[in-house]
């Protein structure tokens, strides 16, 4: 039977499941799975930057990448502080090498992982290519991914956070300014109450001034001020919230990981054996 013969007989016939993949002439016109369309979508409403990891061949080199990456992801508040800007702030996305070619053509100098930066509009700023080693080292995770976001000299982050900086509602802006006080010497009632107002008002709105958030704790990285500290607790808190969603938005896309029970630090006080956590074990990518 010729192809116009069996066409016709379809055209008659009830929807066949799959029918596109086995007529292989007609692809359909988009591809992208969903979680790749949520990823885009995200980035977009957002305002984020998208950072695309392309996952290598082989099932050895996919594990050791999403362990790697997966022990990245923050876990407990004092191990949190030091990489939750770089989880909270971007989007990051783990798509197979021909997914890939959709963000970036031609071929990437050097060895390693070919990593691709997005604009939040999904157009490709930058690729180059990074050792796995990297992603076990967490100081060099830390520095190679916020150079490669923000550019060397941080001005790539800067641009996106002056634009969003231009529109910042005014109570966010005097949210800001009740989070950067001082605490007084007599801490009333009405001024802790103010405080987790102030807080929970930047939490909210994060996903449209991530960004900007970001940047500005990054500026003041190297001050002990107490914006800096309630930053982080900002940050913390939308993280967790953020995790228990299905997908978790603040972990990468296109990774498979099982949610642990997180171990209890004190088992011989016998209040707890084990409380639901955040420790996370990678099962694999959903793309290879």
């Keep these: 039977m010729d192809r116009r013969a069996f066409l016709s007989i379809v055209a008659g016939s009830p929807l066949i499941f799959g029918l596109r993949e086995l007529l292989a002439q007609d692809p359909a016109p988009d591809a992208a799975p969903d979680w790749l369309k949520a990823a885009l979508k995200r980035m977009k409403e957002t305002r984020r930057f998208g950072v695309v990891i392309v996952v290598p061949p082989g099932q050895e080199a996919q594990s050791r990448l999403g362990s790697a990456l997966v022990a990245r992801?923050?876990?407990?508040?004092?191990?949190?502080?030091?990489?939750?800007?770089?989880?909270?702030?971007?989007?990051?996305?783990?798509?197979?090498?021909?997914?890939?070619r959709k963000f970036?053509?031609?071929?990437?100098?050097?060895?390693?992982?070919?990593?691709?930066?997005?604009?939040?509009?999904?157009?490709?700023?930058?690729?180059?290519?990074?050792?796995?080693?990297?992603?076990?080292?967490?100081?060099?995770?830390?520095?190679?991914?916020?150079?490669?976001?923000?550019?060397?000299?941080?001005?790539?982050?800067?641009?996106?956070?002056?634009s969003i900086e231009k529109s910042l509602p005014e109570d966010i802006r005097k949210a800001i300014e009740v989070i950067s006080s001082p605490p007084r010497q007599?801490?009333?009632?009405?001024?802790?109450?103010?405080?987790?107002?102030?807080m929970d008002l930047v939490k909210g709105r994060m996903d449209s001034?991530?960004?900007?958030?970001?940047?500005l704790s990054l500026l003041k990285?190297?001050?002990?001020?107490?914006?800096?500290?309630?930053?982080?607790?900002?940050?913390?808190?939308?993280?967790?919230?953020?995790?228990?969603?299905?997908?978790?938005?603040?972990?990468?896309?296109?990774?498979?990981?099982?949610?642990?029970?997180?171990?209890?630090?004190c088992p011989p006080c016998g209040r707890m054996a084990a409380a639901p956590g955040k420790a996370r074990k990678f099962l694999s990518f959903f793309e290879k």
């Design 104 to 162: 970036h053509e031609g071929k990437v100098a050097g060895e390693g992982l070919l990593r691709i930066l997005l604009e939040p509009d999904g157009s490709k700023v930058v690729a180059d290519r990074v050792d796995v080693g990297v992603f076990e080292d967490p100081s060099k995770f830390r520095e190679s991914f916020r150079k490669f976001v923000g550019g060397d000299d941080g001005s790539r982050l800067r641009d996106v956070a002056r």
């Design 73 to 100: 992801l923050p876990q407990t508040l004092g191990t949190a502080y030091e990489d939750l800007e770089i989880f909270v702030g971007n989007v990051f996305i783990c798509v197979s090498d021909e997914k890939a």
């Design 209 to 215: 001034i991530a960004t900007w958030l970001v940047n």
């Design 221 to 265: 990285e190297n001050e002990k001020t107490f914006l800096k500290m309630r930053l982080n607790s900002i940050f913390w808190e939308y993280y967790l919230e953020q995790s228990t969603g299905d997908p978790a938005p603040c972990l990468p896309f296109g990774v498979k990981v099982e949610t642990l029970p997180e171990e209890d630090p």
């Design 186 to 198: 007599v801490e009333t009632e009405a001024a802790s109450k103010d405080l987790r107002k102030a």
